[in-house]
Nanobody, 116 residues
Framework: QVQFVESGGGLVQPGGPLRLSCAVA?????????IGWYSQAPGKQRELVAR???????NYADFVKGRFTISRDNAKNTVYLQLNNLKPEDTAVYYC?????????WGQGTQVTVSS
């Protein structure tokens, strides 16, 4: 079964950058999956932030468009999320998963805290 391990989160000041990594363990060919980054802020539902298809087509939520960039390295079975111009409202736990998501595949997520 596909499993995800997120890393790269931390404390960053508003406006700062951060790069998140998602290591994907799968028994199948990684580049066949559409992968999404999701976020869950305190007291809010988990939501899709960005997704990327196996051939590199991307889609972003409106609130991150122009600031975040999703990418993938199929040779490394890794998906990245570059977070730029971070805002306090970006504070959340960030997860990766397939899109559509698979309940059993959720990792622990990585905490991003944007605070001055």
């Amino acid at each position: 079964q596909v499993q995800f391990v997120e890393s790269g989160g931390g404390l960053v000041q508003p406006g700062g950058p951060l790069r998140l990594s998602c290591a994907v363990a799968s028994r199948t060919i990684f580049n066949t999956y559409t992968i999404g980054w999701y976020s869950q802020a305190p007291g809010k539902q988990r939501e899709l932030v960005a997704r990327i298809t196996g051939d590199g087509n991307t889609n972003y939520a409106d609130f991150v468009k122009g600031r975040f960039t999703i990418s993938r390295d199929n040779a490394k079975n890794t998906v990245y999320l570059q977070l730029n111009n971070l805002k306090p409202e970006d504070t959340a736990v960030y997860y990766c998963n397939t899109y559509p998501m698979r309940v059993a595949a959720w990792g622990q997520g990585t905490q991003v805290t944007v605070s001055s």
